[in-house]
């Protein structure tokens, strides 16, 4: 009975170490793409633009949409924003796909949940 508390409590300790390790290993993988994300980057037709700021904040403006504002964040391979302005997008959170270049001079961006909708952006 001895010998199966001890297995037990080191198989819960060893579960533990695993989970936290991997947990901190996609924090840096995050945090090393949220710092390759910091810039300006503009569409090819310069006619929309966004700045992601190393804070975690964006601002993205485009003479179709206007101008939005709020927080960024980088997670399970999504990135999500967080509207604070203009108003009636507040609070609002909308995830998207995106995919970096290895050069990390371009950005690619597309909706969650229509993928088929794609965007391309270029570090300036």
């Known amino acids: 009975m001895k010998t199966i508390k001890v297995g037990m409590i080191i198989f819960i300790l060893l579960s533990v170490i695993l989970f936290v390790g991997c947990t901190e290993e996609n924090k840096d993988?995050?945090?090393?793409?949220?710092?390759?994300?910091?810039?300006?980057?503009?569409?090819?037709?310069?006619?929309?633009?966004?700045?992601?700021?190393?804070?975690?904040?964006f601002t993205f403006d485009s003479t179709d949409d206007g101008r939005y504002e709020g927080s960024y964040e980088i997670k399970n391979n999504l990135l999500s924003f967080r509207y604070t302005y203009p108003s009636d997008f507040e609070g609002e959170i909308e995830l998207f796909n995106y995919e970096l270049s290895s050069d990390g001079t371009v950005f690619t961006i597309s909706p969650y949940e229509h993928p088929e909708y794609s965007a391309v952006f270029y570090k300036k």
């Open 29 to 57: 993988e995050n945090s090393l793409e949220s710092k390759k994300l910091v810039g300006i980057w503009k569409s090819g037709d310069d006619n929309a633009a966004y700045v992601f700021y190393s804070e975690g904040t």
